[in-house]
Every structure is written in structure tokens, then in C-alpha cells.
């Protein structure tokens, strides 16, 4: 009968049944098992001494079988028998020969030789040990032989533990048939694990040439990511998919399992390796405080939202103007919460199962709306005092604001005074402004409202210490993080998906990137260090070749580009020209002035700014254009606020352009006008 029969009538039966089969075949094992201690050891086939030890036989039987059932081998599910069994069938039958032994001397019958007690024990383990073996491997191929067609041949990159861990799980997932291990370390070479051979990574051509496997498993969780950059651009020119295991918390904390594969992200290889936080900085400003994230459900004000919840803070508040995203990272957050409560047991005594009208005391608040609503802004903090305060809320598509200035400026701009003005009247301790690089040199309506926001909060710190006022106000500057809604890491995903192209603006447009959870840990910390006016420049790395990251993508995608030189190849890559108002480059400082803090990839940078004198009624006068859809009087007044901005051709589109009827809107300020700063 084929094994694959065999194997499937086995399934077939009841688990009555093949427990009396197991039985059976221990009760046939046994006696065969007692003859053979005697023939090995005396070497002849019917020894003179068997014959007068032939009480074994039956006493054997009535130890052994009994025995077994008590201590349950005849419970194990065998299709899944591993070491573990046979240490446990060991015991077991070291205790049948114990006992057997026993009554041999107190009964005072016929001895065996004493060697063949051993031999006795290690055949009746080896034999019964080899039969469950046995039968697990002829229920294997019955899922195996059905299955082998759909499984995916595959290279594992790694023979240390979570290599091997990795290898049992696909065996009895059946999803992957591994065809070789590789590993850098040359004890492991040309040695096996479990049949399986480890072969050097230079290997690598011919194990694909011999097997034609489809995908690569990084099996080593534990890699910086310096060393994985360099295990993946070793293995792109072999143009094999490469997926790899969980991170070791996942896997420790049981979050998912090790056969959890999942594709290399473009995020894991960029960049430097991370630089653990300061723990004290990251606590000093937010735990056991009230804190206020503005645009919440953002890249930035979401990350932010996260990593402040699990720092302790008194309360979470979220301020957000999109629905969708308030909603979304609410959600989020309560998960989040039931988290920590059942690991830690920091939260007690809190409902987390109502929705969002919980309470005073709710832990995360979420609030609907936008920071240029000055009412809802004093109500906000007039129902729950803030005591800190990260403004993340922005336009910062360079095209959108680009196209649609006027709603941009009323956002970067007139929110952030909005807020600044609201937050100082009602004694917040600290603000944090979240800028950007392209506030740098602006070459953007986008860039040059940030770079605005800046001067509004830098003039206004500098009236809180001349009235010495404890409120401390401070801004972040930082590059592209990964990621990010409208960065160019999901779109390229989404074209390489799509069988491409991908589209570059330049070829040689470079750009600065860190990872979202690397630049919010390095703002936290930089809030702890703000003194007043603080211009903060986080270390971004070295800057990063836009096309560089799109090659590498692909390549990460087992792809290859489609060129001149490789007409047949998968994926192109189209160069659009750049567009208005974006630069080949971006930089974090205008003057060139930076000075190191107590934490080494956080600078303080020295910047100018106007003076409030000459700021306030210019402000108080792109307000009031932005107010009355007045777009050109708007511009050039921001390109007197912001001289450096170097202003491109005018918007194509943008519904912000519309005249309105000039009858209707607030009065428009003097010159003489000055934004008095509320005294609070």
C-alpha cells in the first residue's frame, strides 16, 4: 500500500482506534524487545539463560503497557511528536526496568545478565521511540504530498535559532519548502540542520540554479540595520523577493508568531541605526501631565499621541480637524490603553468601553476641530487645563499649498498665532511648534509659511521672557520622515504595484529621512531641553538620492529596472521635472549656526527673526488679505515677512482665489496696528 494511503486511512480512524494501534504495536515491541536484550548480549539467537528468565515475557507485558497508559503515552498527538517524546518514552521505560528489576530481586527468580537491563531499556526506548517517529512522518506526507505543489521553495538567511524555529514552523504550516540555510559565520558552513544544508551567502547562485527557489527569509531579528543593508544589497542582484521574521518584542511578547513573514521595508534600511532615547528627557515633559497634540491624526500628531500615552501622562487631548483621522487614532488609542492596563496596570478604575462623550475624567480626549477656531481654542483649555502643548497641525504638501496658498497660510500661519495667543492666555507651561526643512530658504508658499510660524513664535518667546512670563516656547526642525501621508515611500509602493513606472521629479533631487518614531522620540526629548525661543535641529543622517531610494525599492520588490541597458526588465522609472516652489536639496539652517545640547543628534540653532514691532502689523495685514481671498496682496506680504522665500511663478488652480464680494469681511488693519499678546 503507498505511504500516502497508508497515511491517509491512519487520519481515517477514530482516536480510539489508533490508540489500540499504538498499543498494539508497544505489546508486539516488548517480548521482541526482551529477546533481543539476550541475543545482543550473549550472541546467540535462543540463549540457555532466556529460557530460564522466560518469566520477563508475560511480567513485561503487565508492567510496561499498564504503566504507559498512567503516565500518558497513549494521550500525545503524534503527527506533532518531537525530542520532547522521546525523553518522556525514555523515563517511562527506565521506570519499567526499575520495576521489573525490583521484583526480580525480591522474588529471588532467575537473573539476566545486569548488562542486559541496559540493553533492555535502550532497545524497548529506541524501538518504541522509533515507531511514533515513524508514524508521525507517514502522517506528514498525507498534508505534505497534497500540499507540495503549493509550496513556495525558499532560502532561509540565518541558521542560528530563530533560523531553525523558522524551518520547523513552515514544515508543519506546509506553506514553504526549505530548500538551504545561509549564514555568515564559516562554523556553520557545509554542516546540516535537520537534513537541511547551511551553505556560505556566496553560495547562493548555485542553490538557485539546483532548487529555483522564490523567496529569501531573513531569519536574524536581532540585525541592526547597518547589517541589514548589507545582507540586502548582497542579495539584490539575485532578484529574489526577501521577507523576513518579526521583530524580537513581537515574537517575545507573543504579538505574532515567527512564521510571520512579512516584506522588508524601505524604512528599516535607510538611515543610521537608531540611538536609544534618554529616558529621563522623554518623561520629563509629558508624564503626569496634561498634554495637547494638535493635527492628532496626522503622521507626526498621531506618532506623538502614541508615544505620550505610554509615558503616563495625566491626560491625552486631541485636537484634530478631519473626522476620519480623529476617529482612527482615537480608536487606536483606547487599544492602545487596554494594552497598558492589562500589562502594566497603570490605569485603574477607568470605562474604556464608552465612546468619546466619557467624561471629565476620560484618559484620551478627543476634540473635533481646528486650530484657527480662537473660541474653541478657550474653551478647550478652559475645560481642561493644559499644561504642555506639540502643535502639529499643518498644511505641508508643497504642491496643494502651493496651488492653494491662501488656506495655507490661514492654517501654518494665522493657527499657529491663534494657538500661541490661546495657549499663553491660559497659562500653558510649554509649547512646541513641529517645523520643517523646508522652512529653510523657502522656495514654497509651504515652506515660507512655516518659516513664518517660526518668526511668530520666536517673536513671542521674546516677549514672554521680557515680561517674565514662565510659559516656554520652542520649535523642532527636521526633515522627510518615512512614511508620512504624501512622502515618496508609499507612493513608490503604490506604483511598483501597479507595474509602474515611477515617477522622480529629478534625477538628482536628494533628501534628508528618518523614521517617524526616531523623530518624534528625538522632539520629546528636545521639549525637555527648551528654555524659551529654542530653535532645535534634529541630526537627520546623511541626505539620501531620491533615485537611489527608488532603485533600491524596486529591487527590494525582487524586480529589476526597465532602461536603455535592460529594455526587458520589470519596473521604469519617468523623471516629471521638478515642480514650482521644490528645490534638488534641503538643508535645517539658515545661518549656519548650530550649537551641540546634552543629547547628541539634538543642536540648537541661533535663527533671526523680525522684531514684534516691525512683525505685528505686517502679520496683523496678510490676516486680514487671507480673510478677504485678497491672494496677491497675501503674497507679497509674506514675501516682505519672509525675504528669503524665493517665490516661484503663480499657482495654475486653487479655489481660494475666488474674489469675494468686497462689501463683506473685517475691517482692514493700519499699519499702526500691533497683535498685543494676551497677558497671561
Known amino acids: ?7 491517509a486511512r491512519l ?11 499504538l498499543i498494539s504495536a508497544d505489546a508486539l515491541l516488548i517480548p521482541l524487545v526482551v529477546w533481543l536484550s539476550f541475543a545482543l548480549r550473549l550472541s546467540e539467537f535462543w540463549p540457555q539463560q532466556l529460557q530460564a528468565c522466560l518469566w520477563l515475557f508475560p511480567l513485561s507485558w503487565l508492567v510496561a503497557l499498564p504503566l504507559y497508559g498512567l503516565t500518558g503515552q497513549y494521550k500525545g498527538i503524534t503527527r506533532y511528536a518531537g525530542s520532547r517524546v522521546l525523553y518522556a518514552i525514555s523515563a517511562r521505560n527506565l521506570a519499567v526496568v526499575l520495576v521489573l528489576h525490583t521484583i526480580e530481586m525480591t522474588a529471588q527468580w532467575p537473573a539476566p545478565p545486569q548488562s542486559s537491563w541496559f540493553l533492555l531499556w535502550f532497545l524497548l526506548t529506541g524501538l518504541t521511540g522509533l515507531v511514533r517517529l515513524a ?3 507517514v502522517l506528514h506526507t498525507v498534508n505534505t504530498s497534497s500540499r507540495r505543489r503549493r509550496q513556495v521553495g525558499a532560502v532561509i538567511y540565518g541558521a542560528g535559532s530563530a533560523g531553525v524555529q523558522l524551518a520547523a514552523a513552515l514544515r508543519y504550516a506546509h506553506s514553504h519548502r526549505v530548500v538551504g540555510f545561509l549564514d555568515d559565520d564559516p562554523q556553520l558552513w557545509n554542516r546540516y540542520v535537520n537534513g537541511i544544508p547551511v551553505l556560505a551567502p556566496q553560495r547562493l547562485a548555485g542553490l538557485i540554479e539546483r532548487h529555483r ?6 531569519a536574524m531579528p536581532k540585525i541592526s540595520r547597518s547589517e541589514r543593508r548589507r545582507i540586502i544589497d548582497g542579495l539584490q542582484p539575485y532578484r529574489l523577493p526577501v521577507l ?16 510571520a513573514l512579512r516584506p522588508i521595508a ?22 503626569g501631565r496634561s498634554v495637547l497634540v494638535t493635527g492628532a491624526g496626522g503622521s507626526i500628531g498621531s506618532e506623538l499621541c502614541r508615544q505620550i500615552l505610554a509615558l503616563g501622562p495625566a491626560r491625552l487631548l486631541l485636537l484634530e480637524r478631519s473626522e476620519p483621522a480623529l476617529y482612527t487614532i482615537d480608536q487606536e488609542l483606547q487599544q492602545q490603553l487596554r494594552h497598558q492596563q492589562l500589562r502594566h496596570q497603570q490605569i485603574q478604575q477607568l470605562d474604556l468601553d464608552q465612546g468619546p462623550d466619557q467624561g471629565p475624567d476620560q484618559l484620551v480626549v478627543p476634540l473635533l476641530g481646528s486650530v484657527t477656531d480662537r473660541a474653541l481654542l ?4 478652559a475645560d481642561h487645563p493644559v499644561q504642555v502643548v506639540f502643535h502639529a497641525a499643518a498644511y505641508k504638501h508643497v504642491p496643494l499649498v502651493e496651488g492653494n496658498p491662501l488656506a495655507g497660510l490661514a492654517n501654518n500661519v494665522a493657527g499657529t498665532r491663534t494657538l500661541l495667543q490661546a495657549a499663553i492666555a491660559h497659562g500653558v507651561e510649554r509649547l512646541v511648534f513641529i517645523s520643517t526643512d523646508k522652512a529653510v530658504r523657502p522656495t514654497n508658499v509651504m515652506g515660507a509659511s512655516k518659516r513664518l510660524a517660526e518668526q511668530i513664535l520666536q517673536a513671542m518667546a521674546q516677549e514672554l521672557a521680557l515680561r517674565g512670563s514662565l510659559t516656554v516656547c520652542a520649535l523642532v526642525r527636521f526633515g522627510n520622515v518615512l512614511g508620512s501621508s504624501g512622502s515618496v515611500v508609499p507612493l513608490f509602493r503604490r506604483q511598483i504595484d501597479a507595474g509602474g513606472p515611477i515617477t522622480l521629479t529629478h534625477p538628482d533631487v536628494i533628501r534628508y529621512f528618518m523614521t517617524i518614531p526616531e523623530a518624534v522620540q528625538l522632539v520629546l526629548q528636545a521639549s525637555a531641553l527648551a528654555q524659551g525661543g529654542d530653535c532645535f535641529l534634529l541630526d537627520m543622517g546623511e541626505p ?8 533600491q525599492m524596486v529591487a527590494l520588490s525582487g524586480l529589476s529596472l526597465r532602461d536603455d541597458q535592460h529594455p526587458n526588465g520589470d519596473i521604469a522609472i519617468a523623471c516629471t521635472g521638478l515642480r514650482p516652489g521644490e528645490k534638488l536639496y534641503e538643508e535645517l539652517l539658515i545661518d549656519a549656526e548650530s550649537q551641540p545640547t546634552s543629547h547628541p543628534l539634538i543642536y540648537r540653532a541661533q535663527e533671526t527673526f523680525l522684531e514684534p514691532c516691525r512683525l505685528w502689523p505686517l502679520l496683523d495685514a496678510l490676516e486680514w488679505a487671507v480673510a478677504r481671498h485678497d491672494q496677491s496682496t497675501a503674497l507679497d506680504l509674506l514675501a516682505r515677512l519672509v525675504p528669503e522665500w524665493q517665490r516661484s511663478a503663480p499657482p495654475r488652480s486653487g479655489a481660494d482665489r475666488l474674489t469675494p464680494d468686497p462689501s463683506s469681511g473685517p475691517r482692514r488693519p493700519d499699519a499702526g496696528d500691533a497683535a498685543a499678546i494676551p497677558a497671561g
Open 244 to 259: 523576513q521574521v518579526p521583530s524580537v518584542d513581537d515574537i517575545t511578547s507573543c504579538r505574532t508568531r515567527i512564521d
Open 378 to 381: 478657550d474653551q478647550l483649555f
Open 135 to 137: 508514524l508521525r512522518d
Open 544 to 551: 539620501i538620492r531620491i533615485l537611489d531610494l527608488a532603485r
Open 1 to 7: 500500500m503507498p505511504v500516502f494511503q497508508l497515511s
Open 266 to 287: 524601505i524604512e528599516e534600511l535607510l538611515g543610521r541605526d537608531p540611538v536609544p532615547p534618554d529616558l529621563e528627557l522623554l518623561q520629563a515633559t509629558v508624564a
Open 11 to 21: 487520519l481515517a480512524l477514530p482516536p480510539l482506534r489508533r490508540r489500540l494501534l
Open 213 to 218: 527557489p522564490s523567496q529569501i527569509l531573513l
